[in-house]
């Protein structure tokens, strides 16, 4: 077993050694997604290696990707890397992998019969922020909506949930206190990017009474506006309002105090500042953690769910 970001061919296993397979079937195929060279793909139950035994415990996720081409650093986002965000956004767990040569394999099935693993599904068990007992089974929903989705509409949806993915690795690397305003504002620009292209309020100028000179008015955006219309179309119930003032808050405290002032409101030059349970500052911080990553999750389902039916109904 190895490590290579770019698998090993043109057929090609891919181990998820932190993501465990947890489904009522054993495998399931996912469609080739738009603009890739894969030729089919499937999602299974497997072993970590093929030597090693199963036991009584769920077993790692592994993905079989066989394509038209080799996978290399030019067509990597496109075959590989666009499954693993849809993988992470289904089962909220990181996709980190692991390879094995599997060159003495033809097709999917003489590789399963070497790498199945028996246990692959506990209804009793939930991984992650993903409350649903069978979240991998979603990989092949997001894969087919995706498909679906108009050109623009599938630009924002892939960029928003690549960023989203990036926000979720800052989030898990060490050293918490120096890296929260990042992968916060990573969150909102994913929201951010889902949302209508802004306006411009205004555009006009002013006239000095004494001297003449035109001087350009401070022009605004309508950015904010956009996401609070994105919110308010995608989200129902009681709480709609409460998620409108939740993203002002956080877009006015960590996007634009940093983006322009360069101030850091995560308090990271604070050591440790995200343990101090004593302090209500520090509570609030952790909420809004949880909080925007599990908006921005929902927002990026939604936006997938509701475009698709939009634009084929």
Known sequence: MSVKRYGGGKRNLFIFTLNTYNNERPFFEIIPLRDSD???????????????????????????????????????????????????????????????????YNNFESLYEDYKYNIFYDPNIIHGLVSDRSPIRRVASYSMLLQKLKGEDFKKFDNALNTYTWAQEIEKLPNFHLKYTFYMMLY??????????????????????????????????????????????????????????????????????FLHHGILRGFEKEGGFLFDASSERQKKLLEDMINIKMLNRKLLELFLNKRTIKNNY
């Open 38 to 104: 894969i030729k089919g793909s499937i999602i299974f139950a497997g072993r970590y290696s093929k030597n090693i035994t199963s036991s009584d415990n769920l077993g790692p996720t592994c993905l079989y990707l066989e394509t038209e081409e080799e996978i290399n650093e030019d067509n990597y986002y496109k075959n590989v890397q666009r499954l693993l965000n849809l993988i992470w956004l289904a089962t909220g767990l990181p996709v980190e992998y692991l390879t094995e040569d599997i060159k003495e």
């Open 188 to 257: 909102l620009s994913s929201i951010d990017q889902l949302a209508n292209a802004s306006q411009i309020i205004c555009n006009g100028n002013i006239v000095c009474e004494e001297c003449g000179t035109k001087i350009s008015k401070k022009h605004e955006t309508s950015r904010i506006s956009e996401i609070e219309k994105l919110v308010k179309d995608s989200l129902t119930g009681n709480n709609v309002n409460n998620h409108v003032k939740f993203i002002k808050r956080l877009y006015g405290q960590l996007r634009s105090a």
